[in-house]
């Protein structure tokens, strides 16, 4: 069962930022569409940004540039810079691979291989 496992989480100020990485064993990351999600205190779930195995990516426009997804294929690692952090984007950050190649991030319901996340916590 592949399973994808984030790292990178931590405690920032605002204004700091922090880089979040993903990999997944069992899984060439630069053959699939990978997206990074966030699920803040009593919210839902939410896309974040997604990466396609050609390399285009989007982004929700509450992250727009402030993150940057990206892939290392030497290391078969996924990341997300993430810059200029706010108090709002406190929550537990997920990757996962998408199940097609046209996978969209603000369609969760294509995503599969869930990680456990990484906890990113931004204070004013």
């Known amino acids: 069962q592949v399973q994808a496992v984030e790292s990178g989480g931590g405690s920032v100020q605002a204004g700091g930022s922090l880089k979040l990485s993903c990999s997944a064993s069992g899984l060439i990351l630069s053959n699939v569409c990978m997206g990074w999600f966030r699920q803040a205190p009593g919210k839902e779930r939410t896309g974040v940004a997604h990466?396609?195995?050609?390399?285009?990516?989007m982004y929700a426009d509450f992250v727009k540039g402030r993150f940057t997804i990206s892939r290392d294929n030497s290391k078969n690692t996924l990341y997300l810079q993430m810059n200029s952090l706010q108090p709002e984007d406190t929550g537990m950050y997920y990757c996962?691979?998408?199940?097609?190649?046209?996978?969209?991030?603000?369609?969760?319901?294509?995503?599969?291989?869930w990680g456990q996340g990484t906890q990113v916590t931004v204070s004013s």
């Open positions: 990466m396609r195995s050609d390399g285009s990516t």
């Open positions: 996962a691979r998408g199940r097609y190649y046209q996978c969209y991030y603000y369609n969760l319901g294509s995503f599969t291989n």
